[in-house]
């Protein structure tokens, strides 16, 4: 049986929500729509071990902008925000880790195709 994970989505066009996900290869494909890629979140305020989870190939398949995470990334396609433990597995956001990022990934700019 695979563990639950509470994450945050965020899809093209609309708000972050927070979502219970079945933990696991497919859930996580479902969300990006495809192969998945792992971006560790570092520097201020992400050294608690918090990953973006994104499509891998968003830009051979022409995915839409979604959000810009810094000042030269900019995410296409749906992506979530998920945890990792000291071993490197893909955890679950506790509700403590929710309300100190929901604010941060509120704040992401939502990136525009021009």
């Not at 979530?80 to 490197?88: L, S």
């Not at 597995?89 to 506790?94: A, K, V």
Request: proline share 6%; glycine share 10%; aromatic share 8%.
């Amino acid at each position: 049986m695979s563990k639950t994970l509470q994450v945050i989505v965020l899809r093209v066009g609309q708000l972050p929500v927070v979502e219970q996900i079945k933990g696991g290869l497919e859930p996580m494909q479902k969300i990006v729509g495809g192969y998945i890629e792992c971006v560790r979140l570092k520097g201020s305020p992400f050294e608690h071990g918090w990953d973006l989870w994104c499509n891998e190939e968003f830009l051979l398949h022409d995915f839409k902008p979604n959000r810009m995470v810094g000042p030269t990334l900019t995410i296409h396609g749906d992506f979530f925000i998920a945890a990792h433990d000291a071993e490197g597995e893909t955890i679950g956001l506790t509700d403590a880790e929710v309300s100190e990022l929901m604010p941060i990934v509120s704040s992401w700019p939502v990136a525009i195709n021009l």
